[in-house]
């Protein structure tokens, strides 16, 4: 017997009637009128080459083929209800699954603590993987599954075949060592272009920012480029170095060294951060959970800054 030959609606029908031997009751448990069970039965007959249910009385009682074969049919209608056609689940609680994030040094200072603290409440053994990667090989990252989830400022995923949500948006500020040079408040257009920058260009990734400055064509005077926002916590005390960054950054920092905000010169370009998926991974419950959680931990309304 080839399986492709068979029509599996026939087991469901040979399911009911070994648990209630009469075609009319087997009928009503599956919505089935009694003609077409019985025209089901004529057909299981022949697939099995047995008369399978006899009349014995009111009831139809199972031959020897069939008490052989109910067990294994049961199971497999059992196993098709519950593994196949129910509704895919995740139980953040159970699950041990990895989760691997697309996002650059600065979103997993801004991200990632408010949601560890939720994941060791509710899914504690859950993992997750942040990852850095040059914009242009994102949206590979996430086409292929490498990756579940992008979170931050991904220019390239606003296109078809990506889902994305907002998170909020923000700016970036200037700042600098609190006690080195003139406290000055804000800077002119020059005096901002001749101070000593250090730029941070995470995996090479071009800042909204730099795009913003290029096209006026304004060049600062770049002194140290750097590869994570994190190194600035060394390098900007003590000396006059200046570093435009997002907002969040300062945020942070200022909780580990002293810095002052200078203003800038022109209107800052506005930053929408955002959680990006592939269309694959739209319906998956493991990751809509996933981005949930960081929807609800990590969205801001207007005007609300980090620490709120």
């Given at each position: 017997m080839d399986i492709r030959n068979v029509d599996l609606n026939l087991l469901v029908v040979f399911d009911a009637m070994a648990r209630h031997c009469s075609v009319g009751r087997a009928g009503e448990a599956l919505g089935l009128s009694q003609p077409a069970t019985s025209a089901a039965l004529a057909r299981l007959r022949v697939v099995f080459d047995d008369a399978l249910f006899l009349r014995a009385?009111?009831?139809?009682?199972?031959?020897?083929?069939?008490l052989e074969l109910a067990p294994a049919v049961h199971r497999v209608v059992e196993a098709i209800n519950a593994e196949i056609l129910q509704k895919a689940a995740f139980d953040p609680a159970r699950s041990d699954r990895s989760f691997t994030l697309l996002t650059p040094d600065i979103g997993e200072v801004a991200f990632l603590p408010g949601v560890m603290r939720r994941l060791r409440q509710e899914a504690p053994q859950v993992r997750l993987l942040a990852t850095s990667r040059p914009r242009h090989v994102a949206a590979e990252a996430l086409e292929s599954g490498e990756a579940d989830l992008a979170v931050g400022f991904f220019p390239d995923l606003r296109k078809a075949g990506f889902f994305?949500?907002?998170?909020?948006?923000?700016?970036?500020?200037?700042?600098?060592?609190?006690?080195?040079?003139?406290?000055?408040?804000?800077?002119?257009?020059?005096?901002?272009?001749?101070?000593?920058?250090?730029?941070v260009r995470p995996d090479g990734r071009e800042h909204l920012i730099d795009r913003f400055l290029d096209d006026k064509g304004w060049r600062r005077h770049v002194t140290l480029e750097l590869s994570h926002f994190m190194s600035l916590l060394s390098l900007l005390p003590g000396t006059d170095l200046i570093a435009t960054v997002p907002e969040d950054i300062a945020t942070v920092m200022e909780r580990h060294?002293?810095?002052?905000?200078?203003?800038?010169?022109?209107?800052?370009?506005?930053?929408?951060?955002?959680?990006?998926?592939?269309?694959?991974?739209q319906n998956d419950p493991a990751n809509r959970w996933l981005r949930g959680l960081f929807h609800e931990v990590n969205r801001r309304d207007a005007n609300v800054g980090m620490d709120s």
């Open positions: 009385g009111t009831r139809m009682k199972p031959t020897p083929r069939a994305q949500q907002a998170l909020f948006k923000t700016s970036y500020v200037c700042i600098a060592c609190a006690q080195a040079g003139p406290a000055v408040t804000r800077m002119t257009q020059r005096q901002y272009l001749a101070a000593r920058h250090v730029v060294i002293a810095i002052r905000r200078i203003g800038l010169p022109f209107a800052v370009p506005v930053i929408d951060v955002q959680l990006y998926w592939h269309r694959r991974m």
